[in-house]
């Protein structure tokens, strides 16, 4: 079944919005009145395209149809997810959501983007306020994953319900407040921060560079993985929270900040804000420091992926998701034909595998053909369970051929073809593609041992089994160009 969503307002976190729907698959309807509407989302989306893919290890459904409509109606007919993102005035908001009401499917969605506005304030005078609730996400939405899911009464726990594993299906975090509040929870505790930003630069005790190196120098690195009450519990040391809370606490009452306040915005200070931050930041532009924030966003959150910490908690389960509905699900004896070279990887070439020459440094290369193999063996059985019984595979040889280049964002496949799985060794061919383009090849020659003595032993009947049923069916097919190449060989 085709999924459709609809974005009403196609600015920063519209176009967002777009890109995140229609990178996991998604059909998208664009309606922005703006004639710039079309050219803005799409420069957007090429910055979506080139980094969103490469925070999975397996490779995103395949794109969605996007579409622009200068109706409204006809853009929310039949679309399963409606997203306002219109601009931050009420009464605009309650305008768009009666004409979204008069031609959409009475059981679709209808998120709005709002930073600010409670859900009840969004459904006075709609016909049907329990279809509306508020979806806040964070810029760039194609990115980060949170998105503050705020209900009312109004809202049936179905709806609710369907909303959150709606947004956790296109890998995001559904953060489900309690109860509604203005400003939902993450702006206010960044409008803490920025309200007393705003004094220290007021009154000349820092600059807008400096205060930002202190947050991404400082805490911000620490919160992008531990969040705030954690890195707290962290600091209380051994007796943790309640010796932090008791050390602390008092604190709470010096008058360090001015958070009931806010300096009075007169232009010397509009002026005095610009200007520094012309000077900070003004050698880039726009979609340059989008560019730079996505390539050290994607960065941080696959390190913290290795971890499995953090964000990257939420994107190994995307991942799992992903490889679930893929051919990276299966095993062999779920094949039914293995007369072919057989999948396994399918992804996109992350930023953080690129080098200084702009392409996918050959290390990356080498960790594609492993995560190959890794793959192949699962798929005979030689699994995590198997490995911790006490046998596995260890490589004693690997050639690669570096055929052309590869780029971030490339989508790339992974075919394996196996050369011999007799006894105890497995000697694999991987070929790299990038559509009908080789890439690359990966030879490796693979030696069973048993973990508990660290020498050569036989595998398992069932390992066994699927490599000679698999050994057999690939030995139909020719030999591959390249296999048994040596370094330096002539072509």
């Known amino acids: 079944m085709t999924k459709s969503a609809t974005i009403v307002g196609g600015g920063v976190i519209g176009g967002g919005w777009a890109a995140r729907f229609l990178l996991n698959g998604w059909d998208v309807r664009i309606f922005d009145p703006d004639p710039e509407a079309e050219r803005k989302i799409g420069e957007v989306l090429a910055n979506a395209r080139r980094s969103l893919p490469g925070l999975t290890d397996v490779a ?45 499917d009475p059981g679709a969605v209808i998120g709005s983007s709002t930073s600010g506005f409670k859900p009840s304030e969004l459904q006075q005078g709609a016909a049907w306020g329990g279809q509306i609730v508020v979806t806040h996400p964070f810029n760039p939405v194609y990115l980060l994953p949170v998105v503050e899911l705020v209900s009312s009464p109004e809202n049936p726990a179905e709806l609710v319900a369907r909303a959150a594993d709606t947004l956790t299906s296109i890998g995001m975090y559904p953060l489900h407040l309690k109860k509604e509040i203005d400003a939902h ?92 931050s012309d000077a900070q930041s003004g050698a880039y532009s726009i979609r340059d420091l989008e560019r730079i924030r996505d390539d050290n966003l994607v960065s941080m959150m696959r390190a913290l992926k290795a ?96 055929l052309s280049e590869a780029h971030a964002g490339d989508r790339i496949e992974v075919r394996t073809r196996l050369l011999m799985g007799e006894g105890k060794k497995m000697h694999l061919f991987h070929q790299m593609w990038r559509g009908d383009e080789l890439l690359a090849t990966g030879e490796h020659m693979l030696i069973h041992v048993s973990l508990e003595t660290r020498r050569p032993s036989v595998p398992a009947p069932q390992v066994a089994a699927s490599l000679d049923r698999i050994a057999a069916a690939h030995a139909a097919l020719s030999l591959p160009e390249g296999a048994g190449r040596f370094v330096g060989q002539p072509r």
């Not at 991404?216 to 890195?231: D, H, K, P, S, V």
């Not at 050390?247 to 509009?270: H, I, N, R, S, Y």
């Open 185 to 276: 929870v993450a702006d206010r505790l960044l409008e803490a921060v920025w309200r007393e930003a705003l004094w220290l630069v007021s009154d000349g005790i820092a600059t807008t560079e400096e205060i930002d190196n202190a947050i991404r120098y400082g805490f911000g690195i620490r919160w992008a993985q531990m969040g705030l009450f954690e890195t707290y519990r962290v600091a209380g040391g051994e007796a943790g929270m309640r010796h932090f809370m008791a050390q602390f606490g008092p604190a709470l009452k010096w008058p360090w900040t001015k958070l009931m306040d806010v300096p009075e915005f007169t232009e010397e200070l509009v002026d005095l804000i610009a200007d520094q």
């Open 307 to 402: 971890k499995n910490w953090g964000a990257g908690e939420l994107l190994n389960a995307q991942d799992a998701r992903l490889r679930a509905d893929s051919v990276l699900a299966a095993r062999a004896g779920d094949l039914e034909d293995v007369s072919q070279p057989i999948v396994t990887v399918r992804r996109a070439v992350p930023l953080d595998w690129t080098d200084y020459n702009g392409h996918m440094n050959e290390a990356r290369y080498l960790q594609a053909f492993c995560d190959a193999t890794d793959r192949f063996m699962e798929l005979v059985g030689a699994d995590a369970d198997y490995i911790a019984s006490g046998g596995s595979y260890f490589t004693a040889e690997t050639h690669v051929r570096h």
């Open 60 to 104: 995103l459904p395949e794109e969605g149809r996007l579409t622009f409509h200068s109706d409204l109606a006809e853009a929310v007919a039949g679309a399963g997810w409606i997203q306002e993102s219109v601009p931050e005035q009420l009464a605009l908001k309650q305008k768009v959501f009666a004409q979204i009401q008069a031609a959409c």
